[in-house]
């Protein structure tokens, strides 16, 4: 199911902010161990408005502003799944992990192995990644690879509001830990411009998008466009471009960056026999490069065309616009790209 | 003890340009920004972190330094910076993304690094503090008789960074202070939410170091106590913290609509703002002549109006110089 | 305040097999590990911390608590798993790295996880701090009268997550204790060398929670301190620190030269190991006599012997294991 | 110039860690704002032997034994950097980079971008990395592609002592900071196994060896093979097995992992059109993935097979012996590997 085949309901829209906190609010009501804590979630409602309306409706107890301690926060978080609780924390930017990364890593991604399965660590962590307003070098970072490196760990990056809340349904209800990444190019918070796309219906009733499930989000068949979060609105952007140039792009929005659904990518693949990935991380030891690794480890035989992907160079985000416009992936880069790759007309 | 009557015309000075500063840049930060508020937009763009208010943090500790003197402020760095003597052109160009910024327009407002007057800021919470320390340590082994100032929010002072850099400064016996600027609130969270303990002096003792708090926002009482912890690092005593109850006059950040904050709570600190309080305590204790404060108002005046000037005229940079700069390219021999 | 006599009993028993078990995995560590000591060898490879001397803490602290209370140890466990309730011969097993262990052989010494009796520990100086302040959030939140314990070193007092899990635990006021075991040392460095304060019980204030530094390793004092924090915890009146003056007997891990170590200082603690302590007191308070001693000594023995048995009789996991239990499989309805 | 070329001088055989220590030791002496800070690097000599005979010959203010406050130390590593000196900092095993990540990706790798290039950072960071002696999972990780993945930084692992010696010193030269990982099963010191191949001549005066060069340390006609640190020696035992049946193997010891010398990879991949890379990181999103991608994003038409990789598969490691071996990479795995290849004998 995803967000085109939406039920005969009157078409509500919501932004990924309040999909987010319907999600947890519907959970919270229907399961008395969920909490969410983190740094202004409370009376604020989360600085990217991931929790709005959360404490009016259930509290400073089961909705908790913490100091800034996100090392004590996020390792509590997991002593408490220890003991049957499912907590949602919210690491403000994911900019901040270095803060706080072994919490995550070593503590939570680990719990399950290091008890073989016998203690499972029911946690979410919500992040806001990505850049493109000029927040500079510690708040525009993606660092989607970071995280899906680590074992253990289960790592989403939803491009809308429909997915945005099946997929926090989904990771508050999974017993291991997941990252949750709402990018805030589509979170649709008042002070920031957001993607008209991400903003879309979304069902009233709860319901589940599956983790670990990459979607074809627009068929095609000359070159196949991957992206996630953002940059899928890239590749959307590109594929009406080159549609215009009489080139067909299958667009595929990833959603999962951990475990990576390959199988859908290399379906693909195996028809258009190009592949373009789009990163707004680094781009060395990046997802782009590991999607194209992949593809080239099992469709070897169906490329015609060496792949291609569009990342954010190896520099930290800089500040100025025009700097950062510079480095940032963008719907142009993609269309020369796939141009690049001498598609057939 | 009195302080020295040029102190105070300096701590003047530099607060009112500070102040005048931030009043600019509010307003500069705006521009572009309506009727749709999108941080993106207009001539200063992403977030911008005011310090108006804060200033006696600022120039009461400053007084006691020199260009040698590390420090390291947060990301609401404007007063230190200007107390510290980053020069204001270079500092505006770069909170306008220049060419001629600090650092071309990679930083911006939150990534000051002026090596003049050694001066840096950063943007993770409590990140200023080790490198405080190190340059501390630095001093200490090359036997410089300078020392190094780390600033924090009182929020930040619950990060463990905090207190691993604490302690090493203070096993270290190294010729560090904290500095603590509590304006009661960690964006929407007030100290008693986040913080074990009213006063966050008394923790100066979990590391064997002296602490002290200075109430009300006073940069006589905190040019005080800095002077006195400035004196114990550069003779070898070790670390102070200190902690200087202050308050933000504007929002956490510029779009912060701070309807968490207590009714009446931002009035009755309007009504305290140190900068007319200061002017009145120089007019009273006639110190300076209300000309001689007004020629110096004026001073802060064009001297901002300059910088501002300075930045906007100042070409953008290269889009390609995003890709410089990444390492340092040359190599010690 | 007089300690029961069946505490005495169970601590000194719990002491009894904590060593006699710290003592045979000594000797077995050892085997396949000479003439040419290499860690990768012999039925229990990799790192080895061992416990011995230490066993004061683990059994006057948790001679308070029942399954349901949660406790997190260190890289240095054993002597609390054990007086925590931890299955013998599952502790063994996983050490030894077989299919029963309690992990299967994926976690290791430094990684026992017990969820029958709330039990777990890790390698990450201090990262043990944040699970237990979860678990006493949980417990208080489900109005559950239980508590939670976080062990550390006295080296992790300084590391930044030990901070943040003490202010957090008291400005939420939940049900939680620290035990900093104070063995002098973390690896080669002194406590001097490390803390800016000689008695880590002091940086309690900077928490507003009670701390209590506990000379001697002694138990019984041990048991009293713990007993009036648990008190506390239990009936909702916040964290508390305790700070227990121990040795190790061993080097840090096995293998360690101890060349560090000044002379004498070794011999001094042997002379004041406290299992023999607490038998003479035991003896000399006529609580037990010296045949129930013996007999106490013997299950002792005993209970090690059946683990170790029952370790070394067990099969090895099937390699392919290695790649399961990276999730947990079951998902909440 | 590298571990072959070596001079006339009598064949002094060093370990990686006595290469580490003299570096350091002959750097200290030639410039005084060099010095050593980390756990147990003072009177100890470092657990892993990186800081032997420093403290003896330098003493308590330039050897510094410092408390377990990874971030303070290594942000006042920076800090001192920014001041003038050239610190050398140790973080004991790269799995606790979880603790102190901000101070080393944050502040560090970004000090000459947010300073535009006026304040460098000339620090190193020590430190281990590397299993197979069941020290447990969060003792026996890699991270490579962690660190890699960073821009700012500089990363580099030796896979013998002539090349740490150089790297070393050429790493205390560089104005940047730079990522010094030295592999456990090379290292040398008493308590574990030592890859004899790692211990090898190294020349009493101090020489470097560039960071960002990788090295053909085999040439061979029919598969490259890439390695670094401890797979390097697999890649090499594997290529001595496959001699025996008649294929030639190249091997490559990428030594620096960022930035990455591609280049030499291409013109191997070029000439013997078959490329296995061995990694001992986590497989998804890792340095083994990037080669791969980068491979067949410039010389895809000269690849006569797909590309292959054998990594740690994306779970921690385990404990016990049985299990361990299972995940590590192999020499038998990359020998299979290279069959399957189905290269011309
Ligand atoms: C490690 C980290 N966590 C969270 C943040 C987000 N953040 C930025 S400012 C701030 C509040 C800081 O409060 P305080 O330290 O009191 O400084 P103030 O803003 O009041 O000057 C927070 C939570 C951050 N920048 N870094
Ligand atoms: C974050 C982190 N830093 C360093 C280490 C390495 N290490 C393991 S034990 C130890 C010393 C710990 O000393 P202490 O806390 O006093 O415990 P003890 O070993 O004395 O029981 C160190 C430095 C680690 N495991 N984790
Ligand atoms: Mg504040
Ligand atoms: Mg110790």
Request: with cysteine.
């Amino acid at each position: 199911m995803n967000a085109q085949s939406s039920s005969v309901a009157k078409k509500r829209k919501l932004t990924i902010a309040k999909a987010m906190s319907e999600a947890i609010a519907q959970e919270m009501r229907r399961d008395s161990s969920v909490f969410v804590m983190g740094e202004d979630v409370g009376v604020l409602g989360g600085v990217f408005a991931t929790t709005q309306g959360l404490h009016t409706e259930f509290g400073d107890e089961r909705v908790r502003d913490t100091p800034i301690s996100e090392t004590a926060f996020i390792s509590a978080a997991v002593g408490a799944a220890a003991v049957g609780m499912r907590p949602i924390a919210e690491l403000m930017f994911v900019d901040f992990f270095g803060v706080c990364f072994d919490a995550i890593y070593n503590l939570a991604a680990k719990q399950s192995y290091f008890s073989g399965g016998s203690v499972s660590c029911p946690i979410v962590l919500m992040t806001s990644v990505g850049g493109g307003y000029s927040d500079g070098g510690q708040h525009s970072q993606c660092l989607y690879a970071t995280f899906a490196h680590m074992p253990g760990l289960k790592v989403v990056a939803p491009s809308n509001a429909y997915d945005a809340k099946g997929l926090m349904l989904a990771a508050i209800r999974d017993d291991n830990p997941v990252i949750f990444m709402c990018h805030k190019a589509l979170q649709g918070v008042g002070w920031l411009g957001t993607e008209p796309r991400a903003v879309c219906h979304v069902l009233r009733e709860p319901y589940e998008v599956p983790i670990g499930q990459a979607v074809v989000v627009r068929p095609g068949t000359d070159v196949t466009l991957v992206g996630w979060a953002w940059t899928l609105h890239l590749a959307l952007e590109a594929a009406a471009t080159l549609e215009a140039e009489g080139l067909s792009a299958e667009v595929i929005d990833v959603r999962t960056l951990a475990p990576l659904d390959i199988q859908t990518i290399l379906e693909s693949v195996r028809r258009t026999g190009r592949l373009v990935v789009v990163d707004e991380d680094y781009g060395h030891c990046g997802l782009a490069g590991e999607i194209m690794a992949r593809v080239c480890e099992n469709a070897f035989q169906s490329l015609r065309a060496p792949p291609v992907r569009i990342t954010y160079p190896d520099v930290p985000p800089p500040f100025a616009r025009v700097l950062e416009q510079h480095v940032l992936p963008s719907a142009a880069k993609v269309v020369d790209a796939v141009r690049s790759l001498a598609v057939p007309s | 003890m009195t302080t020295p009557n040029d102190a105070l015309a300096w701590m003047y000075r530099t607060m009112a340009t500070s102040r005048r500063f931030e009043e600019r840049i509010r307003d500069i930060y705006l521009e572009g920004k309506t009727p749709r508020f999108n941080m993106a937009d207009g001539p200063i763009p992403g977030e911008m972190h005011l310090s108006n208010g804060q200033e006696p943090c600022a120039v009461g500790v400053c007084a006691h330094l020199g260009p040698e003197d590390f420090v390291t402020a947060t990301h609401r760095p404007h007063h230190v910076a200007i107390a510290k003597g980053v020069d204001l052109n270079s500092m505006a160009a770069e909170i306008f993304g220049k060419a001629t910024g600090l650092s071309g327009g990679r930083g911006g407002h939150m990534h000051l690094f002026d090596p003049a007057v050694n001066f840096c800021c950063s943007g993770i919470i409590a990140q200023g503090m080790g490198p405080a320390v190190g340059a501390a340590l630095a001093f200490r082994m090359r036997r410089e008789p300078h020392v190094a100032v780390a600033y924090v929010g009182e929020a930040a002072v619950n990060q463990g960074a905090w207190h691993e850099a604490m302690n090493l400064a203070a096993v270290w016996k190294l010729p560090f202070i904290c500095i603590v600027e509590d304006n009661g609130w960690g964006i929407s969270v007030p100290k008693s939410g986040s913080t074990a303990v009213p006063d966050n002096a008394v923790r100066a003792a979990a590391y064997g170091m002296p602490g002290v708090r200075v109430a009300d926002n006073d940069p006589i009482t905190v040019f005080d106590a800095a002077g006195d912890a400035v004196r114990r690092a550069r003779s070898g005593q070790g670390p102070t913290l200190i902690e200087v109850e202050t308050f933000r006059l504007e929002g956490h950040f510029m779009g912060d609509a701070e309807a968490y904050r207590p009714s009446g709570e931002k009035e009755a600190q309007a009504s305290r703002d140190p900068l007319p309080r200061l002017k009145e305590h120089i007019l009273r204790e006639q110190i300076l002549s209300a000309e001689e404060l007004a020629e110096i108002d004026e001073g802060a005046r064009s001297l901002v109006e300059d910088a501002i000037g300075f930045a906007r005229a100042s070409e953008l940079p290269a889009p390609e110089s995003a890709l410089t700069s990444v390492y340092v390219e040359r190599v010690a021999a």
